[in-house]
């Protein structure tokens, strides 16, 4: 799970659906990595279901840190909608 911490001294922290996209998991996962080795000053937080992004998580992936969201926004939803019944299914979040 990511920390509230702030990011280290000059390191950037940025949050990233990692279940959106055209390809979701098997894409933005690897991208994720590859974009975080080659910016030492980047830190990631990938946000999505924790077991699907772990799966395709590849090894010795550094500075990324999984934020497990139980519910995943599909292509064809419109986001209000889908804000909407989040929020009257879970009240306490909202």
Known sequence: MASSAAPSEGMVRI??????GDHGVSVVVPAACAY????????????????????????????????????????????SQAHRTFCSENAAAC
């Open 15 to 20: 949050a990233l659906d990692a279940m959106g």
């Open 36 to 79: 975080v080795a080659s910016n030492p000053a980047v830190e990631l937080i990938l946000v999505g279901q924790e077991d699907v992004i772990k799966a395709a998580m590849p090894t010795g992936c550094k500075r990324i840190r999984i934020h497990h969201a139980s519910e995943v926004v599909g292509m064809d939803e419109l986001p």
